[in-house]
């Protein structure tokens, strides 16, 4: 049993938001009652995907998914409480997320970031660190199509690299070139996991571009009532 004090929670002048994910989806029902409490809350699901699986498929139907509908519906309209549901896998969700007005009333497809957005991910998750002769546009041109989860992973990488090196925190291009190759080298599972997916062929350049799969980033969210 995890204590609720312990799940991240983000308090402001005129919101909370509570964030449940991992173990915390768990606790649908001890996370709702504290949203009452502290409202005007949110309630964050991330990767709902894991409890809210379509009932008739193989891992679907489990009783989260039934106390989520619950909690989902027994909000009054008096409630100030938001949901908001975060997934990569929107196709699997359970139809009835969406089937009764109040449920999920609106989704919002986030899409994978273009160049800018990617060097400012890459200049985000850089932060601490000291890029010694990085070339950040060969890097953002090797990683068009990848998702923002890639881009932290290969920061990552490249700092075990660094660290392995023993040059700590101090990254060189040829630690994110390695890592680059490394994450592609890790098979389609990876590939999976991390949002993106490799063409199987050169551009002009000789470098292989990445180019965004089916599984697209997918926030849809849902205000309720309490």
């Known amino acids: 049993h995890r204590d609720l004090h312990s ?4 308090r402001s002048s005129d919101l909370t938001a509570l964030l449940a994910t991992g173990l915390g989806m768990g606790m649908i029902a001890s996370v709702m009652q504290m949203a009452r409490v502290l409202q005007p809350a949110m309630v964050v699901l991330d990767d709902v995907d894991l409890i809210a699986q379509d009932r ?3 891992h679907g139907g489990g009783p989260l998914l039934f106390e989520l509908l619950n909690e989902l519906d027994g909000l009054r309209d008096d409630c100030d409480v938001i949901f908001a549901l975060t997934t990569n896998r929107p196709e699997v969700l359970e139809v009835a997320l969406t089937a009764r007005p109040g449920r999920i009333d ?5 899409p994978l970031p273009d160049a800018d957005g990617r060097r400012q991910l890459l200049e985000v998750h850089a932060r601490g660190l000291t890029l010694k002769d990085v070339d950040l546009d060969a890097i953002v041109r090797r990683t068009d199509g990848a998702s923002p989860a ?3 992973e290969l920061l990552r990488k ?7 090196g023993g040059r700590n925190a101090t990254v060189t291009q040829a630690d994110l ?6 994450l592609d080298e890790g098979g389609a599972l990876t590939r999976r ?4 997916q490799r063409e199987m062929h050169e551009r002009a350049s000789g470098t292989m571009p990445f ?7 997918a926030e849809p969210t849902g205000p309720s009532g309490c």
């Open 158 to 164: 490249a700092v075990l690299l660094s660290a392995i």
């Open 150 to 152: 890639f881009i932290k």
């Open 106 to 110: 609106l989704a919002v497809e986030l």
């Open 211 to 217: 180019l965004p799969g089916m599984m697209q980033g």
């Open 56 to 58: 008739f498929s193989p």
């Open 7 to 10: 799940f991240p929670t983000r």
């Open 177 to 182: 070139d390695r890592a680059l190759d490394e």
């Open 193 to 196: 996991l991390l949002g993106i």
